[in-house]
């Protein structure tokens, strides 16, 4: 108690040294910067993670962990011998996806969502906003519900 009394005491005193000192010069002190303080985050750069597909209808991995705000870029590789899609979106957009594929048949690229031939590798770049839990599916015909999904989880 005591001790943290007299620095509390040392504290104002320098306070009011430092004050009185300012307020003499001519000079109005400039704002604070308006830079954020939670610029902690990477500085801009890219974090790329390895995903292969499979004609076992797999993701591999199964599960990736990403950070919110975080840009991320996934680099998929198509191990398999056909088609495969690397789409992300939670279990409403991948219904609705799926529903694309079925009457559009052919694939294509967006925003949340890739296409990739055998043998070739893309990249996807995303950053998720929020924190929280989303999937990747692939909708070539019968791969989503032959079990070909995977799970990102979002940390805060
Ligand atoms: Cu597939």
Not at 10 to 34: D, E, F, Q, R
Not at 117 to 135: H, I, M, N, R, S
């Amino acid at each position: 108690m005591l001790v943290s009394a007299a620095l509390m005491l040392a504290v104002a005193v320098a306070a009011a040294a430092c004050s009185s000192g300012t307020s003499s010069s001519p000079a109005a002190p400039t704002a604070a910067s308006p830079t954020p303080a939670t610029s902690a985050v990477s500085a801009g750069g890219v974090r790329d993670i390895a995903v292969t597909l499979t004609d076992a209808l797999r993701f591999e991995p199964a599960t990736f962990e990403v950070k919110a705000g975080e840009r991320v870029g996934f680099m998929v590789t198509n191990a398999g011998k056909i088609r495969h899609e690397f789409f992300i979106g939670d279990e409403d957009a991948q219904r609705e996806h799926e529903a694309e594929m079925a009457s559009m048949g052919m694939a294509h690229d967006e925003e949340n969502g890739i296409s990739v031939d055998p043998g070739q590798t893309k990249q996807l770049e995303v950053t998720f906003d929020a924190p929280g839990e989303t999937l990747v599916g692939c909708h070539e015909p019968g791969h989503y519900s032959g079990g070909m999904r995977a799970t990102i989880t979002i940390t805060s």
